[in-house]
């Protein structure tokens, strides 16, 4: 730890190249709402609880989703959100 708890902390990702996380949610959410499913709820639910459980299995959306870590997939919605 050893920081002031006073101070700002900056918080920096690494980027995967090889993984686009607009596209992840854009295929993760498809296969929610094909399944019946809310997908905005689903998607939050598994981003504020990390279970996979929350995201179907059908299309493989479940594994798409896990290539990203949430706090990657919060990055890609709020970026988006403040455009």
């Known amino acids: 730890m050893g920081q002031n708890m006073g101070e700002t902390v900056k918080f920096k990702v690494e980027k995967d190249t090889d993984v686009d996380a607009r596209e992840i949610l854009r295929e993760v959410s498809k296969a929610l709402e094909e399944k019946g499913y809310n997908s ?44």
């Open 40 to 83: 905005i709820s689903q998607i939050v639910g598994y981003i504020l609880s990390g279970d996979p459980a929350y995201i179907t299995s059908h299309n493989n959306a479940r594994n798409l989703i896990k290539k990203l870590e949430r706090d990657e997939l919060l990055e890609e919605i709020l970026k988006n959100y403040i455009k």
